[in-house]
C-alpha cells in the first residue's frame, strides 16, 4: 500500500493533490513526497474548495470546515488521524521572562494570536476564556492569518509571546521556546482528513487517507509531535 | 485598419481590454449592488477605511513634505551620484513588497538595526499605526518623487535663471516659479502616489501586522474577511475599484491641466519661452 501512495504520479497522470493545513506540512511531505500539496489556513483552504479548486484530500486542523464541506456535500465523511495541543511560545532566550499564562498580563507584553475564525486563533480564545484570562486579550497586538504568521512574529522577536500547536515549536527549530500549558485547560484539538468529493483520483485520495492512521503513518504523526485518536 | 496587422493589432488590443475588464466587472457582479452597499457600512468595513485614510494620510503628508524637495533636486540639478541616487529612491517600485517588509523589520523592527536606538526614545514601531505610515511612505514615495522630478525638469531652466537674475533667491524661485508650474504633474504624482499607497499589503502584514481598528487597513481586511465574510471582502475590493478608477480620473485631468496651464499661468513667464521657441 505504501508503495502505491508512494508511486501516485509515476503513471504520467497528475499527482495526488493535497490540500492541507500548515502544520501538517513536514509531515505530509515525508509520507508522500510524490504528491501534490498546498499547505495553508485551514479555512482558507475550505474557501478555495468551496470556490472549486481540485483537490483530493483535504487535511484541516479543526474539524469545524470538513463539517461544514461535508454537510454542503463537498467532501466525505471527515475521519479524525491526529490531535495536537495548544503550547505558548516566546523568542528564543526568552527576553521578557514569561513562564506562565499569567505573564501575559504584564502592561508592556507583546502577544500575538489567530485570528477569529482561525483554527488556531479560536483555539487560543478558548483556552484563555478557560483560564479565566480574556483579559490577556488586551496585551494582542496582532491577529495573524495562520499559524506561521503567529511563529513568525515571535521568531523574530518582534511579539514577545504568541500561541501556536506544539508541533509548531519543533517546525521552527530554535528559533522559538515552546512552554506547555496546563492539560485541563486544553481540548483536544482534532485533526480530521477527508477525501474531496469530486477528487479525480479517489482511490489514492482514499489510501492516502487511510495512510494517515496505518502504523507509518501514525509512527511519523508521532515523531512529529502529534497526538494520535 | 483592414490589412492583416491591423488586425492583429485590433485582435490583441481587444483580447487585452477584456482580460483586464472583466476581473473587475466580476466583482461588482459577485454579489448584489445592496449588499454591497450594506457591507460597506458594516463594523470591519468601516473600521478598516478609517485606519486606511488615517494612515494613507499621514503617510502622504511625509511623502510631499519630504520628497517635493528631493524631486526638485533631482530634477534641476546635476551631481555626482545623481544616478545613483535616482535608482535608490526608485527602487522601491520594483521590490516585492514583502521584501520590503521584511527590510522594515531588520532596519527599524525591535531587534533591527536601529531597534535599540529607537527603543532609548521609547519608541517601538512594529504593531503600531506608525509602522503602518512607515511602510506606506517606503512603498508609495517612488510613484511620487519620479512623477515630480520629472514634472521639475520639464520647467524650462531659462524662466527659472530669469528669476533668479530678478533678485529672486532660490528657494523664493522654486516657490514661486517652479512649484506653480509642475503644480499638475506633481499632483498627478502625488494621486498615484496616494493609490498606492492605500493598497499597500506586503510590506504592512510582515512589519506592522494585523490588528483591526489599529493596522489592519482595508486590503488587509480584504484578507482577514476572505476566508470569514466573503461579501465583505468583495465590498471592500469593490470600493478600492472605484477608489482606483477615481484616482486614474483625476491624474488624468491633471495631466491635461499642466499641460495647458504651463503656457500662460505667468504672463512673463510663457512672453520668455514663447520668444526663445521663436
Known amino acids: ?229 | 485598419m483592414r490589412s492583416p496587422f491591423g488586425l492583429l493589432l485590433a485582435g490583441a488590443t481587444t483580447l487585452a481590454a477584456a482580460f483586464l475588464a472583466l476581473p473587475l466587472v466580476a466583482l461588482f457582479l459577485r454579489i448584489p449592488p445592496g449588499v454591497l452597499l450594506d457591507q460597506l457600512s458594516s463594523d470591519v468595513a468601516r473600521e478598516a477605511l478609517v485606519v486606511s485614510l488615517k494612515t494613507s494620510a499621514g503617510a502622504h503628508i511625509i511623502v510631499l513634505l519630504v520628497g517635493t524637495p528631493v524631486a526638485y533636486l533631482l530634477g534641476t540639478r546635476v551631481f555626482r551620484g545623481r544616478g545613483l541616487l535616482i535608482g535608490l529612491v526608485e527602487l522601491p517600485l520594483v521590490l516585492p513588497p514583502a521584501v520590503a517588509g521584511i527590510a522594515l523589520l531588520a532596519a527599524f523592527g525591535n531587534r533591527g538595526l536601529l531597534g535599540g536606538s529607537l527603543e532609548a526614545f521609547g519608541v517601538s514601531l512594529p504593531f503600531t499605526q506608525a509602522a503602518v505610515v512607515v511602510a506606506i511612505v517606503f512603498v508609495s514615495s517612488p510613484f511620487y518623487i519620479r512623477q515630480a522630478a520629472a514634472s521639475f525638469a520639464a520647467v524650462d531652466p531659462l524662466l527659472l535663471d530669469a528669476s533668479r537674475t530678478l533678485g529672486r533667491g532660490p528657494g523664493r524661485t522654486f516657490l514661486r516659479v517652479a512649484l506653480p508650474l509642475a503644480a499638475g504633474g506633481l499632483a498627478a504624482g502625488s494621486s498615484l502616489a496616494f493609490a498606492r499607497g492605500l493598497g499597500e499589503f506586503g510590506a504592512t502584514i510582515i512589519f506592522a501586522g494585523s490588528f483591526a481598528g489599529v493596522t489592519r487597513t482595508a486590503p488587509l481586511a480584504i484578507y482577514a474577511e476572505l476566508d470569514r465574510d466573503f461579501d465583505v471582502a468583495v465590498a471592500l475590493g469593490a470600493l478600492l475599484v472605484v477608489f482606483s478608477i477615481a484616482v486614474m480620473a483625476i491624474m488624468t485631468l491633471l495631466l491635461s491641466w499642466t499641460r495647458s496651464s504651463s503656457r500662460s499661468p505667468f504672463p512673463f513667464a510663457s512672453s520668455i519661452s514663447d520668444s526663445t521657441s521663436a
Open chain 1, 1 to 229: 500500500m505504501l508503495a502505491l501512495v508512494a508511486g501516485c504520479g509515476s503513471d504520467g497522470g497528475e499527482p495526488l493533490t493535497v490540500y492541507a493545513a500548515s502544520s501538517l506540512t513536514a509531515v505530509f511531505e515525508q509520507l508522500a513526497p510524490d504528491a501534490r500539496f498546498n499547505f495553508a489556513g485551514s479555512d482558507e483552504l475550505a474557501t478555495q474548495l468551496r470556490e472549486g479548486a481540485q483537490a483530493d484530500v483535504y487535511a484541516a486542523a479543526s474539524p469545524r470546515y470538513p463539517g461544514e464541506l461535508h454537510e454542503e456535500g463537498i467532501v466525505d465523511e471527515p475521519i479524525v488521524f491526529a490531535t495536537n495541543r495548544l503550547v505558548m511560545v516566546v523568542p528564543a532566550g526568552n527576553p521578557s521572562g514569561i513562564r506562565e499564562l499569567d505573564d501575559l498580563a504584564a502592561a508592556d507584553v507583546r502577544l500575538v494570536i489567530g485570528g477569529e475564525g482561525v483554527p488556531i486563533g479560536d483555539y487560543t480564545r478558548e483556552l484563555l476564556a478557560r483560564a479565566g484570562r480574556p483579559d490577556v486579550l488586551e496585551r494582542v497586538v496582532s491577529e495573524e492569518e495562520d499559524v506561521k504568521g503567529v511563529l513568525a512574529k515571535v521568531a523574530v522577536g518582534e511579539a514577545d509571546a504568541g500561541f501556536v500547536y506544539t508541533t509548531d515549536v519543533r517546525a521552527a527549530g530554535g528559533d522559538v521556546e515552546g512552554i506547555e500549558l496546563p492539560s485541563e485547560l486544553q481540548r483536544p484539538i482534532e485533526y480530521p482528513a477527508a477525501v474531496v468529493r469530486e477528487a479525480e483520483r479517489g482511490e489514492e485520495a482514499q489510501r492516502f487517507v487511510e495512510l494517515l492512521r496505518s502504523p507509518r503513518g501514525r509512527a511519523a504523526l508521532r515523531a512529529a509531535g502529534f497526538g494520535l485518536p
